[in-house]
């Protein structure tokens, strides 16, 4: 059964920093990956979706990783803005389903 | 485009009522999510519909649970009758493919006393 898992839970930086969201998967069998950003009281907001014949995928200041063989995924956030403070949330497809199973997030903020 | 529209956005009831939400999917859209987010569970598939049918209801919690699919702009999921535990956002999710980027709507925050 596939598992996702966020590390850490919850992360508060300067802003400026360059940081390193992390999410782990057990079972490498994938269609693709997402990463989401949720705001407090609303839905969720695609940010990258990576295949599995992926290894990386970027947009503006973010760019995702992944790592199939070891189950892992980073989301790079370059030069953080307060703006950015937000609940990031990875979801994993494995292959031969269309369900995402979701991480449970890593609630980032980001001080002035 | 105006996005997954979601209704209503909030949704305060009595246990044992009727509670019915409602979702318009983007147009062109062919598949379309339903899930619940909570504190203790995070967010969970409760069914899928793709071209309006029904493909797995399989995380759909209980009988008291039910969504349908009339066309393809409209979606709704109904609990009946509704208990203190089903308090969690709702959200509704579209995709112009059956595996691809899901596109989320603001949610239903449902409280149930």
């Known amino acids: 059964k596939q598992e996702v898992t966020q590390i850490p839970a919850a992360l508060s930086v300067p802003e400026g920093e360059n940081l390193v969201l992390n999410c782990s998967f057990t079972d490498s069998a994938i269609y693709n990956l997402q990463w989401f950003r949720q705001d407090p009281g609303k839905g969720l907001t695609s940010l990258l979706l990576?295949?599995?014949?992926?290894r990386e995928q970027t947009s503006g200041r973010l760019n995702a990783s992944l790592d199939k063989s070891s189950g892992r995924s980073t989301l790079y956030i370059a030069a953080s803005q307060p703006g950015d403070s937000a609940t990031y949330l990875c979801?994993?497809?494995?292959?031969?389903?269309?369900?995402?199973?979701f991480g449970t997030g890593t609630r980032l903020k980001v001080l002035a | 485009d105006a996005g997954v529209i979601q209704s209503p956005r909030h949704e305060v009831t009595e246990m044992g009522q009727e509670v019915t939400l409602r979702c318009k999917p983007i147009?062109?859209?062919?598949?379309l999510f339903w899930y619940r987010q909570t504190m203790m569970r995070g967010l969970e598939l409760l069914i899928y519909f793709n071209n309006n049918v029904p493909i797995d209801d399989s995380g759909m919690p209980e009988d008291r649970f039910s969504a349908k699919m009339p066309n393809a702009s409209f979606s709704t999921l109904k609990i009946q009758p509704s208990e203190p535990r089903d308090s969690a956002v709702y959200f509704c999710?579209?995709?112009?493919?059956?595996?691809?980027?899901?596109?989320f709507g603001p949610g239903t925050r449902l409280t149930v006393t």
């Open positions: 999710a579209s995709s112009p493919l059956q595996i691809g980027e899901q596109y």
């Open positions: 147009s062109g859209h062919n598949s």
């Open positions: 979801a994993v497809c494995p292959s031969g389903t269309y369900k995402y199973i």
């Open positions: 990576i295949q599995s014949s992926q």
